[in-house]
């Protein structure tokens, strides 16, 4: 299983939308977009699991993708910050 951290998502994102656009590329296992503790709105980033040859496909095919007016940034999650995963690009 390869993790994926999905960044500059559009306020209007929502699991549903983003689930949609990496099924296009193969299974996705898990999803979750980040809200904010304090006010519970979207913080425009999310992670995605996905095998390893689906997620390679899915970064070729959603990184810089226009979603709403906002450039996606996809690629392999690396590393950890205060105990999260994160990316490193």
Not at 19 to 34: I, P
Not at 58 to 66: M, P, Y
Request: glycine share 12%; charged share 25%; no cysteine.
């Amino acid at each position: 299983m390869t993790r994926l951290y999905v960044g500059n998502l559009p306020t209007s994102a929502n699991e549903d939308a983003v689930r949609a656009l990496f099924a296009a590329y193969g299974t996705v296992q898990t999803l979750s977009l980040d809200n904010g503790r304090e006010t519970g709105t979207p913080r425009r980033f999310g992670f995605v699991e996905m095998s390893s040859d689906d997620a390679a496909r899915a970064v070729q095919g959603l990184d810089g993708r226009d979603y709403d007016g906002s450039a996606m940034r996809v690629n392999e999650a690396q590393g950890t910050r205060g105990g999260n995963v994160h990316s490193l690009r």
